[in-house]
């Protein structure tokens, strides 16, 4: 019987040391929690997409699908919108409907907006929701942008240094970059086209 009430005795005082230790375990993370609360919320940086806001967009000459020229110099005149996509990647394929649908709001219609698709050389993505082919389906049967593929894609991508896809450039009448953004509603959409015109 007495090796019983120590044990029941031990079990208490085991018990207690436990509680104690488990209320002030608790008290420590709810102290933790509100020192987190209150610090500021690390500051991530924005991707960097193309050249900076401001910069004149460097000189560049590439071939449509249709075989028109386009220069960076035949953009200047109206706000323009260029568009970089890569076949295989499902953000590229999610952001060609808001891309059409903000390339119809610009002022200087499809003159003023470039689709550059770009595969790096590779063949055609096996995915066919993914591939080159209905990429370029999708942007010119809009009637919205010019497209470019192919060489002429990656000299676009190289002179205007994309980060990667999608990556998408506003730019102002004079050539500079207003936003640049690795999704549409980066660029702010209608409101940023609505306050320059």
Known sequence: ??????????LGVLSLVNL????VLARRLREQGERLARQAPPRVA???VGPAPGTEVPEFSVSTVSG???SAAALRGERSLIG???????PCH????AFIELARDMPGGPGHVLAVIS???RP???VPEHDTDRLVEDLTGAGAAQVVRGPSAGEAVTALAVTGYPSFLLLDAGGRVEAGAHGIAGLGGRPVLASSR
């Open 124 to 126: 055609t993505a096996k």
């Open 1 to 10: 019987m007495t090796y019983l009430v120590v044990a029941v005795i031990g």
């Open 68 to 70: 028109a020229v386009v």
């Open 20 to 23: 104690g230790l488990t209320v």
């Open 94 to 97: 999610d952001q060609v409907p």
């Open 119 to 121: 595969d790096g050389g």
């Open 46 to 48: 924005r991707p960097v």
């Open 84 to 90: 970089f996509f890569t076949p295989g990647c499902a």
